[in-house]
């Protein structure tokens, strides 16, 4: 004969009631580390290699080419900016600076952004760019990693790139970071 069966309540482990307090724990310390983590330290799988290539109108003489190749012969910086970017507002009276400072020329890929504003921008605030290409559609920034803008990248003279900055550029990074990393590239290239 089969015994009846008693109504027995299932009682769960005492644990499982610290689990979702030990997930939360668990989640608030990553959240604390990850704000400790900078943005600007993103690495770039680019440096190292030569610039990608790339074949876009420029800014003020739509009917002529730049190209990647016009970086190459000298050490240079590829900034990538666009009108509608605010940092890039913020970081234009440094890139004047830089450009009046006369150690490296500074090249744009003017990114996703019309070209009429460009030019506009550039007569009413001044012009520190060599050249600027148009990089309309955004394909060639992707090419180069751009997570957004403003970027610059230090390249060498043979093309290659050899440092990426992320964000705005101040005078103090011009100082500390862009302009020690051109003149070690310089003295390297002397040797």
Avoid at 142 to 147: K, P, S
Avoid at 174 to 185: N, T
């Amino acid at each position: 004969m089969s015994q009846p069966v008693e109504n027995q309540s299932i009682q769960p482990k005492r644990w499982v009631y610290l689990l979702p307090l030990g997930i939360f724990v668990g989640l608030v310390i990553l959240f604390f580390i990850g704000l400790e983590l900078n943005p600007r330290l993103i690495p770039s799988p680019l440096i190292g290699k030569p610039a990608p290539s790339f074949s876009l109108p420029r800014l003020h003489h739509p009917g002529e080419i730049f190209q990647e190749t016009d970086l190459q012969g000298e050490i240079s910086l590829l900034n990538i900016w666009a009108t509608w970017c605010p940092s890039c507002k913020q970081e234009h009276p440094v890139l004047m600076q830089i450009a009046k400072a006369n150690k490296a020329p500074i090249y744009g890929l003017y990114y996703k952004d019309d070209p009429e504003y460009g030019v506009e921008w550039l007569k009413n605030n001044g012009n520190p760019y060599r050249a600027n290409a148009v990089d309309k559609d955004g394909s060639v920034g992707i090419e180069w990693g751009t997570y957004g803008t403003p970027e610059t990248f230090i390249i060498d003279e043979k093309g290659i790139i050899q440092y990426k900055h992320v964000g705005p550029i101040s005078w103090q990074d011009w100082k500390d970071k862009l302009l020690p990393k051109i003149q070690s590239l310089r003295e390297k290239s002397d040797v």
